[in-house]
């Protein structure tokens, strides 16, 4: 996933191509992501005392452990402030989910799962920040968004070898100095969020040697955006709003010409309550490269992008780089979340933990050798010790890093292995019929990725009602308390059966086609 780090590379770009860019990628049809299985009363069932949480009526039913989700007293005020204020319409109803991560978030299955859902309970207040057009750059992939580009841009992404500050908070600056380039970025009538925006708005790098902008709405009149400024004056980041009637629209920007244009990304919203999930993911990039690019970018532009949850979505690269350094990782947790805090106050913060993926001690080697021969009885000859799949001893330690740091922090933490059935699985799953994982054996199908969003949303919505009770607010009108579903044992089978638990479904999943 990095330049440095093979394995995670393996596949990166072919996976998350599977995983389809729903709405994204120029002109391409959205792929819709399909609900988990019908269930009989229509509800997700979640954790501690079991909350159903209706989403239609195609949905399964999702059983949590309680557990999973370890959230401090008053960890995640933030987040269920801003979801009681959505449920009741309040003018102070916005509430922004926003994930940094690696490639898990950069494809966008998982983070538009969440969107999806969390939109249908508290309401739709806008797709979100997406880059500015169609990057220049492999591996960005957005749902619930279609956008595009024509002429000469080049993309910065942060992280890459050789590529320069600033970056901006999605990890992107895009930039060009092509007079007559144009990008655009629009709502997705064909998707299942991000069909209407009353509001854009434009993040940009002003400073005095800057070209000309302009950009136009739909196919409306031509306005200019000023990203030159006086020669005194010191390069930074800046924002231009532009309201729009609430429905489906499109921003196309044209370069003018007279130097170089930067821009970070549009953010796409309604004036509505509700929620807004922000896919910040970068592939290949661990919690380290975050904390180090340019806060006095990114701080700004988290500042103004005011979240009610931002989720730190790292270790599967950190599990994948043999100089992770645990006590660096620990350091670096404790740094980001000062800066996240100090940035945005009033924002809860999540430590996501990532999944099991699995790796051989021989690597690509095993794959060049000779096959061995059927036994006797006709099954396949068991594999070489070091070519066989294995979850990385180091990833238990990552996790229990990341949770000490929640705890450390009074941050929440989400125990995604322990969540999806614990370790070793990440093979079966890559092997299953559907599949669950890609054959990298790090990186999710719509399946596996839908979930985990699940999973996530669930053990949420669960404290939620919780949080509601402690509060004496009065019962969630999306919510509804029902009996504790009995909880299967920790060491479940992933598959629908006793009798065939290398089937790789996951409960509560409905294959989908990649």
């Not at 930074?236 to 921003?251: C, F, I, M, N, S």
């Not at 096959?371 to 068991?382: I, R, T, V």
């Not at 790090?442 to 596996?448: P, Q, S």
């Amino acid at each position: 996933m990095s330049g440095t780090s093979s394995i995670a590379a393996i596949g990166v770009l072919g996976a998350l191509t599977l995983l389809g860019c729903s709405g994204g990628c120029g002109d391409k049809p959205a792929l819709p992501i399909k609900a988990p299985a019908t269930g009989s009363d229509g509800t997700l069932v979640a954790s501690d005392g079991g909350v159903a949480i209706p989403v239609g009526g195609d949905a399964g039913v999702i059983t949590v452990a309680p557990g999973l989700l370890d959230a401090p007293p008053g960890s995640l005020d933030g987040l269920f402030t801003g979801l009681a204020a959505a449920e009741r319409g309040g003018a102070d109803g916005r509430a922004l989910i926003l994930f940094f991560g690696d490639s898990h978030t950069a494809g966008d299955s998982l983070t538009s799962r969440i969107r999806v859902q969390m939109q249908a309970k508290f309401g739709d207040a806008g797709r979100g920040l997406v880059a500015a057009g169609k990057p220049a750059a492999k591996h960005y992939y957005q749902r619930d968004v279609r956008y595009g580009a024509s002429g000469v841009w080049r993309a910065s992404v942060a992280g890459k070898v050789g590529d320069a500050e600033p970056f901006g908070i999605d990890g992107l600056r895009i930039f060009g100095d092509k007079k007559g380039a144009q990008l655009w970025v629009s709502t997705c009538d064909t998707c299942s969020a991000g069909n209407s925006v009353s509001q854009f708005e434009i993040l940009y790098q002003a400073a005095p040697d800057r070209g000309a902008l302009r950009y136009r709405v739909d196919e409306g009149a031509w306005q200019s955006l000023p990203t030159k400024t006086t020669a005194i004056e010191p390069p930074h980041p800046a924002r231009q709003v532009v309201a729009v009637t609430d429905g489906p629209h499109r921003l196309t920007f044209e370069h003018m010409g007279g130097g170089q244009v930067d821009l970070y990304g549009v953010v796409m919203e309604r004036q509505k309550p509700g929620v807004i999930v922000d896919s910040l993911g970068v592939v290949g990039r661990r919690l380290s490269q975050l904390r180090t690019w340019d806060w006095s970018v990114i701080g700004e532009q988290l500042a103004a992008r005011d979240p009610r949850l931002v989720v730190l979505q790292y270790g599967t690269n950190e599990a994948d780089d043999a100089t992770t350094v645990l006590e660096d990782l620990a350091r670096n947790y404790d740094d980001t979340i000062l800066r996240i805090r100090a940035a945005a106050p009033t924002a809860s913060i999540l430590i996501l933990g990532p999944p099991d993926m699995a790796k051989r001690e021989s690597g690509k080697a095993c794959d060049k050798r000779k096959p061995k021969k059927p036994l006797p009885d006709g099954s396949p000859a068991p594999l070489d010790p070091d070519c066989e799949w294995h979850m990385p001893a180091i990833l238990p330690e990552i996790i229990a890093v990341q949770h000490a740091a929640a705890a450390r922090n009074k941050v929440a933490f989400f125990d995604t292995m322990t969540a999806m059935g614990g370790a070793e699985h990440m093979d079966a799953w890559a092997q299953a019929d559907p599949k669950v994982a890609f054959r990298d054996r790090i990186h999710f199908t719509d399946v596996g990725y839908q979930r985990w969003a699940d999973l996530v949303t669930a053990a949420l919505l669960a404290d939620y009602v919780t949080w509601r009770e402690q509060k004496s607010l009065p019962p969630s009108a999306v919510l509804s308390r029902t009996p504790k579903p009995p909880l299967p044992p920790a060491n479940a089978p992933l598959g629908p059966s006793e009798s065939a638990p290398d089937a790789g479904v996951l409960p509560g999943a409905t294959p989908v086609d990649n």
